[in-house]
Nanobody, 117 residues
Framework: QVQLVESGGGLVQPGGSLRLSCAAS????????MGWYRQAPGKQRELVAT???????NVADSVKGRFTISRDNAKNTVYLQMNSLRPEDTAVYYC???????????WGQGTQVTVSS
């Protein structure tokens, strides 16, 4: 069992920056691929970025060059640095932990990001 707690969301103007954090507890952090997903009103949840314990990343084309995912295995925390934010980035952002070999996946409660002037 893994517990995920996100923080760092909020209201920001277009062109601004935010950093999301997701603290994990309850299991071996390095055994999980960590990721960020988002869901805008009326839309399906979509992948934003993932990162393996070794630091390999996968970033959605829509945020590539603006968002950076990173993780600190010593702190059991994954981050999403979001720069040059746009109104279309407005969504609830969810942290995800997916076990590398077992069919286990966990979600955080979500944090709201609103980009508006």
């Amino acid at each position: 069992q893994v517990q995920l707690v996100e923080s760092g969301g909020g209201l920001v103007q277009p062109g601004g920056s935010l950093r999301l954090s997701c603290a994990a507890s309850g299991s071996i952090f390095s055994a999980y691929v960590m990721g960020w997903y988002r869901q805008a009103p009326g839309k399906q949840r979509e992948l934003v970025a993932t990162i393996t314990s070794g630091g390999n990343t996968n970033v959605a084309d829509s945020v590539k060059g603006r968002f950076t995912i990173s993780r600190d295995n010593a702190k059991n925390t994954v981050y999403l640095q979001m720069n040059s934010l746009r109104p279309e980035d407005t969504a609830v952002y969810y942290c995800n932990a997916r076990h590398v070999t077992l069919p286990h996946a966990y979600w955080g409660q979500g944090t709201q990001v609103t980009v508006s002037s």
